[in-house]
Nanobody, 124 residues
Framework: QVQLVESGGGLVQAGGSLRLSCAAS????????MGWFRQAPGKEREFVGA????????FYADSVKGRFTISRDNAKNTMYLQMNNLKPEDTAVYYC?????????????????WGQGTQVTVSS
């Protein structure tokens, strides 16, 4: 069993930066591919990015590629999302999750454990 807690969200002006953290409890963190998703009001949860257990492979949504960077520190059981050049359309609740497989890495159905989310608001 893995429990996930996101932090680092907040209010930032357009063009600013934030770094989100996802702290995991449990002994198997280092074996999971991890993902970041976000959900804006009235919209479906959408893929942001993912990182393999060894950090050797990363995936990004086209909308954040070049602005967001995912990393992880398995020794600290923590994954990060560095968000630069933020835009108002990045406003959402951001969630981290552990991947189970069986579906595309880009869909929520491929993940099981989820955090409670952290709010990111970007003002124009």
């Amino acid at each position: 069993q893995v429990q996930l807690v996101e932090s680092g969200g907040g209010l930032v002006q357009a063009g600013g930066s934030l770094r989100l953290s996802c702290a995991a409890s449990g002994r198997s963190f280092s074996t999971y591919t991890m993902g970041w998703f976000r959900q804006a009001p009235g919209k479906e949860r959408e893929f942001v990015g993912a990182i393999s257990w060894s950090s050797s492979i990363t995936f990004y949504a086209d909308s954040v590629k070049g602005r967001f960077t995912i990393s992880r520190d398995n020794a600290k059981n923590t994954m990060y999302l560095q968000m630069n050049n933020l835009k108002p359309e990045d406003t959402a609740v951001y969630y981290c999750a552990t991947r189970t497989g069986g579906s595309s890495v880009r869909v929520p159905g491929g993940y099981d454990h989820w955090g409670q989310g952290t709010q990111v608001t970007v003002s124009s």
